[in-house]
């Protein structure tokens, strides 16, 4: 017996009208080598020109223990049952879903079926919207923000029927939806066929190659300079920027490498979540405290600090250096001082949506046994809310990351490649709807040892 | 499978023959009293071999375009039944394979084919509809829609046909077009076996559970722990033990006395994958077995549902479907590469059974 590659299956849903059809025919007609087994949920006015494609009624089958993971798609357990006999004319599944569907369950049905998780993987879940309509549909139907919140590609088709400040707007509200979602802009459903198929969505490395921030929490700054100082006397002067005030951190003893500037940034979250002590120019800045430099006058600013013996100043600040063309300057000498090092921060802003993204980073080990108790407890609690999990996880004792996948209350965790001398660390991302961060990072830091 | 190596036939599996289809094997059945064995492949070809030798009487390739779901072998053995993705049933003659009637149910999957004990009725399902025929291919009887696709049909006496789909089982008397009985319970049932007298109904569900109802009582119990759905049932012909499948072991429910709620199954483990067809011998407690590991092992079964190996032979690929010839002295196994292995089943006397005992 062999041992057969399991085939790969990408997700295509989309309200109807968002062009579904037209990117599966597109999909099909182009030189791509792959064979391409279509099951197909909605018949549209669009027919499907190619062989192998299976018409099914979509059957939503939930258990008798009424766990929403548990909840199937028994059209595709049959139509993949017996796709799986035919492996020989095909290399590759596309499952073109209704606009109502909910694609929790066509999800899970590659994890919750062993016979069909043990021939098929889930490559990915591809999203249409409609560009002129998906803001209307988000607000009407849970239908469509679960579909954007499943998403590992969101194709933001018929750009070209709205303006482009419309699509800015529109894509930042899709991003605080899903954070690990790629969005692809498209004119009559126009994207190249690499941008879909084969994303090995489920596969973490492929995503953090192609989005490395995306695991990463937001932070209350956006930016972070460490500063190798002398004892002395120095000024920190900035020049007119986009606010009249910004918020800042110093802190002394400011480690360069990223496991100290993430730590760093840590005890800056912890501080800038205190009321700011606002600062006047030319008064002297505290170390370790919340403040908040008034910028309202024309010209250079300046502000003290004052550094008594030699150490690494971290400067955690609300705005990048470049908006204010801030510098640290040697008063005695006169002489700018540039930063030793520089680290960019994802900033966080409003989420207007219920349906949103929550990052988790910490550094060291967790309690494997802690984790799962506290993974299962938010599960079985939230687990309706939960639509997506992704991540990875340093165990303590392991020496390889664990990877996490989940959705809703399924989730998987395998050993993956060695920690070698990478800092162990664990990022884990939720995407949910109302789902309460706070709670959720405290929980997860009882599970750090 | 790495570890398995291929090994000759034991204990009990004695060289028989073997032969080859064009595709994935994936239905079969003895006909003509065991003269004859007739295989089907996924793509529509269906085979015909003579029962001793495997030499090959007839062949026909695409039978059913789109592909070949099920075929069911009429109890008199002349003629067989098979059913496609084109929507279309056809009756043939086990002779020559000819096409006596073919039967156009429209567009969807015909997935189910089952006839009625005595040969007078053919049951077929297609989605959410069950069709009654009779041996010519008249239209006897139609059902309703079900709420869902129908997936497993079996006959309870010479007129009643029970159907199992997601949420329940139903009874149809077909002759007086009625509804006996329905069986509700919340789940995807993906399996039905019944007990010989037709009083214990037996599904498989989605869930990695078996549900069973004693029609006579109306209890119904519930056997969870499975660690993958029970897709394949089977009853031996007193109707006191049921095979199982859901794992890499055959798990067996006695329901002798007061079980099996409340007892512990027997359990197998002859394979080292999960199994894939299983089949009681038809008469006593042999109970045959494939896996996706390619192996075939007979099992002797003891009135607590435990038991022992008698017989094992490695099929070579993923099990599809086991056969026992009607007399129980032969035993056929077809596999996912087109394989079909026919072994001689060493006789058993009344007498040398009870020696297992």
Same mark, same amino acid.
């Given at each position: 017996?062999?041992?057969?590659?399991?085939?790969?299956?990408?997700?295509?849903?989309?309200?109807?009208?968002?062009?579904?059809? !037209?990117?599966?025919?597109?999909?099909?007609?182009?030189?791509?080598?792959?064979?391409?087994?279509?099951?197909?949920?909605?018949?549209?006015?669009?027919?499907?020109?190619?062989?192998?494609?299976?018409?099914?009624?979509?059957?939503?089958?939930?258990?008798?223990?009424?766990?929403?993971?548990?909840?199937?798609?028994?059209?595709?357990?049959?139509?993949?049952?017996?796709?799986?006999?035919?492996?020989?004319?095909?290399?590759?599944?596309?499952?073109?879903? !209704?606009?109502?569907?909910?694609?929790?369950?066509?999800?899970?049905?590659?994890?919750?079926?062993?016979?069909?998780?043990?021939?098929?993987?889930?490559?990915?879940?591809?999203?249409?919207?409609?560009?002129?309509?998906?803001?209307?549909?988000?607000?009407?139907?849970?239908?469509?923000?679960?579909?954007?919140?499943?998403?590992?590609?969101?194709?933001?088709?018929? !750009?070209?029927?709205?303006?482009?400040?419309?699509?800015?707007?529109?894509?930042?509200?899709?991003?605080?939806?899903?954070?690990? !979602?790629?969005?692809?802009?498209?004119?009559?459903?126009?994207?190249?066929?690499?941008?879909?198929?084969?994303?090995?969505?489920?596969?973490?490395?492929?995503?953090?190659?192609?989005?490395?921030?995306?695991?990463?929490?937001?932070?209350?700054?956006?930016?972070?300079?460490?500063?190798?100082?002398?004892?002395?006397?120095?000024?920190?002067?900035?020049?007119?920027?986009?606010?009249?005030?910004?918020?800042?951190?110093?802190?002394?003893?400011?480690?360069?490498?990223?496991?100290?500037?993430?730590?760093?940034?840590?005890?800056?979250?912890?501080?800038?979540?205190?009321?700011?002590?606002?600062?006047?120019?030319?008064?002297?800045?505290?170390?370790?405290?919340?403040?908040?430099?008034?910028?309202?006058?024309?010209?250079?600013?300046?502000?003290?600090?004052?550094?008594?013996?030699?150490?690494?100043?971290?400067?955690?600040?609300?705005?990048?250096?470049?908006?204010?063309?801030?510098?640290?300057?040697?008063?005695?000498?006169?002489?700018?001082?540039?930063?030793?090092?520089?680290?960019?921060?994802?900033?966080?802003?409003?989420?207007?949506?219920?349906?949103?993204?929550?990052?988790?980073?910490?550094?060291?080990?967790?309690?494997?046994?802690?984790?799962?108790?506290?993974?299962?407890?938010?599960?079985?609690?939230?687990?309706?809310?939960?639509?997506?999990?992704?991540?990875?996880?340093?165990?303590?004792?392991?020496?390889?990351?664990?990877?996490?996948?989940?959705?809703?209350?399924?989730?998987?965790?395998?050993?993956?490649?060695?920690?070698?001398?990478?800092?162990?660390?664990?990022?884990?991302?939720?995407?949910?709807?109302?789902?309460?961060?706070?709670?959720?990072?405290?929980?997860?830091?009882?599970?750090?040892? | 499978?790495?570890?398995?190596?291929?090994?000759?036939?034991?204990?009990?599996?004695?060289?028989?023959?073997?032969?080859?289809?064009?595709?994935?094997?994936?239905?079969?059945?003895?006909?003509?009293?065991?003269?004859?064995?007739?295989?089907? +492949?996924?793509?529509?070809?269906?085979?015909?071999?003579?029962?001793?030798?495997?030499?090959?009487?007839?062949?026909?390739?695409?039978?059913?375009?789109?592909?070949?779901?099920?075929?069911?072998?009429?109890?008199?053995?002349?003629?067989?039944?098979?059913?496609?993705?084109?929507?279309?049933?056809?009756?043939?003659?086990?002779?020559?394979?000819?096409?006596?009637?073919?039967?156009?149910?429209?567009?969807?999957?015909?997935?189910?084919?089952?006839?009625?004990?005595?040969?007078?009725?053919?049951?077929?399902?297609?989605?959410?509809?069950?069709?009654?025929?009779?041996? /010519?291919?008249?239209?006897?009887?139609?059902?309703?829609?079900?709420?869902?696709?129908?997936?497993?049909?079996?006959?309870?006496?010479?007129?009643?046909?029970?159907?199992?789909?997601?949420?329940?089982?139903?009874?149809?008397?077909?002759?007086?077009?009625?509804?006996?009985?329905?069986?509700?319970?919340?789940?995807?049932?993906?399996?039905?076996?019944?007990? *010989? +007298?037709?009083?214990?109904?037996?599904?498989?569900?989605?869930?990695?559970?078996?549900?069973?109802?004693?029609?006579?009582?109306?209890?119904?119990?519930?056997?969870?722990?499975?660690?993958?759905? *029970?897709?394949?049932?089977?009853?031996?012909?007193?109707?006191?033990?049921?095979?199982?499948?859901?794992?890499?072991? /055959?798990?067996?429910?006695?329901?002798?006395?007061?079980? *099996?709620?409340?007892?512990?199954?027997?359990?197998?483990?002859?394979?080292?994958?999960?199994?894939?067809?299983?089949?009681?011998?038809?008469?006593?407690?042999?109970?045959?077995?494939?896996?996706?590991?390619?192996?075939?092992?007979?099992?002797?079964?003891?009135?607590?549902?435990?038991?022992? *190996?008698?017989?094992?032979?490695?099929?070579?690929?993923?099990?599809?479907?086991?056969?026992?010839?009607?007399?129980?002295?032969?035993?056929?196994?077809?596999?996912?590469?087109?394989?079909?292995?026919?072994?001689?089943?060493?006789?058993?006397?009344?007498?040398?059974?009870?020696?297992?005992?």
């Amino acid at each position: 017996m062999s041992i057969k590659d399991k085939v790969p299956v990408t997700i295509l849903t989309g309200f109807l009208g968002s062009g579904k059809t !037209t990117l599966l025919n597109r999909i099909l007609s182009e030189e791509h080598g792959k064979r391409i087994a279509v099951i197909e949920n909605e018949y549209g006015e669009v027919g499907i020109d190619q062989g192998l494609v299976i018409n099914a009624d979509e059957e939503v089958f939930e258990m008798s223990n009424g766990c929403i993971c548990c909840t199937v798609r028994g059209d595709l357990i049959r139509v993949l049952g017996n796709l799986m006999k035919r492996r020989d004319k095909f290399d590759y599944v596309l499952v073109e879903t !209704t606009g109502l569907a909910d694609p929790g369950p066509v999800a899970q049905t590659f994890f919750m079926d062993e016979e069909i998780s043990s021939e098929f993987t889930l490559d990915g879940i591809v999203t249409l919207v409609d560009a002129a309509h998906i803001d209307q549909q988000l607000g009407r139907s849970d239908e469509s923000s679960e579909q954007v919140a499943f998403a590992d590609v969101l194709v933001l088709n018929k !750009t070209d029927l709205v303006s482009d400040d419309a699509l800015v707007t529109l894509e930042s509200r899709l991003r605080d939806m899903n954070r690990m !979602t790629r969005i692809i802009r498209a004119e009559n459903a126009k994207v190249p066929i690499e941008t879909v198929l084969n994303l090995s969505a489920f596969d973490l490395d492929q995503i953090l190659k192609r989005r490395p921030t995306f695991l990463e929490p937001e932070y209350p700054f956006e930016w972070t300079g460490v500063y190798d100082l002398d004892a002395g006397k120095y000024e920190l002067m900035l020049e007119e920027g986009p606010d009249p005030e910004m918020s800042l951190v110093a802190l002394v003893n400011q480690g360069e490498s990223e496991e100290e500037l993430k730590d760093g940034a840590e005890s800056s979250v912890r501080l800038y979540a205190e009321k700011a002590n606002t600062l006047e120019p030319g008064n002297t800045i505290p170390y370790g405290d919340h403040i908040n430099l008034k910028l309202e006058d024309k010209g250079n600013k300046s502000f003290i600090l004052n550094i008594e013996k030699p150490t690494k100043i971290g400067l955690f600040t609300q705005h990048t250096a470049e908006e204010f063309n801030m510098k640290v300057i040697k008063s005695d000498e006169n002489k700018e001082i540039p930063f030793k090092t520089e680290r960019f921060w994802q900033a966080e802003h409003e989420h207007d949506d219920e349906v949103g993204s929550i990052a988790i980073e910490r550094f060291g080990d967790v309690d494997p046994e802690k984790l799962n108790t506290w993974m299962g407890r938010l599960l079985s609690e939230k687990g309706v809310d939960i639509f997506r999990t992704k991540g990875f996880i340093s165990y303590s004792g392991n020496p390889r990351r664990i990877v996490f996948q989940g959705v809703h209350m399924l989730f998987t965790a395998q050993p993956d490649k060695e920690w070698g001398n990478e800092p162990r660390r664990n990022q884990l991302v939720f995407i949910g709807r109302n789902l309460n961060e706070k709670e959720m990072q405290e929980g997860f830091d009882k599970c750090l040892i | 499978m790495p570890d398995i190596e291929p090994f000759s036939p034991r204990g009990m599996f004695h060289e028989g023959w073997t032969a080859e289809v064009n595709d994935y094997a994936i239905a079969c059945g003895w006909a003509l009293k065991g003269k004859q064995f007739i295989v089907g +492949d996924v793509a529509g070809g269906i085979f015909a071999f003579e029962g001793d030798t495997g030499k090959i009487i007839w062949e026909k390739e695409n039978t059913h375009s789109g592909g070949l779901l099920a075929m069911a072998i009429h109890p008199e053995g002349e003629i067989f039944a098979t059913s496609g993705q084109d929507g279309n049933v056809q009756i043939c003659n086990c002779d020559e394979g000819k096409v006596i009637k073919t039967l156009d149910l429209g567009n969807g999957w015909v997935e189910h084919l089952k006839w009625s004990n005595d040969g007078l009725f053919l049951a077929v399902a297609s989605s959410k509809r069950v069709y009654v025929f009779n041996e /010519i291919g008249e239209e006897k009887w139609i059902s309703e829609d079900h709420p869902s696709t129908v997936s497993a049909i079996t006959w309870s006496n010479k007129n009643e046909l029970a159907t199992a789909c997601y949420g329940r089982v139903t009874f149809f008397d077909i002759v007086n077009n009625k509804t006996n009985q329905k069986l509700e319970w919340q789940g995807s049932l993906v399996s039905m076996e019944l007990s *010989p +007298d037709g009083d214990i109904v037996a599904c498989g569900s989605q869930d990695n559970s078996v549900h069973f109802w004693r029609r006579s009582t109306g209890m119904d119990a519930e056997m969870t722990g499975y660690p993958g759905k *029970p897709s394949h049932l089977s009853f031996d012909d007193s109707g006191k033990l049921l095979a199982t499948s859901g794992s890499e072991r /055959i798990t067996v429910w006695s329901f002798i006395g007061n079980g *099996p709620e409340g007892t512990m199954p027997g359990e197998l483990c002859h394979h080292t994958e999960p199994i894939s067809s299983l089949a009681f011998s038809n008469k006593g407690m042999l109970v045959a077995s494939g896996s996706r590991d390619g192996s075939v092992v007979a099992s002797f079964l003891k009135k607590d549902g435990n038991g022992d *190996p008698v017989g094992a032979a490695f099929a070579g690929d993923l099990v599809g479907a086991i056969s026992w010839r009607p007399d129980d002295c032969a035993i056929a196994a077809i596999n996912a590469k087109g394989v079909v292995n026919v072994w001689k089943f060493k006789v058993r006397t009344n007498l040398f059974s009870k020696g297992f005992k």
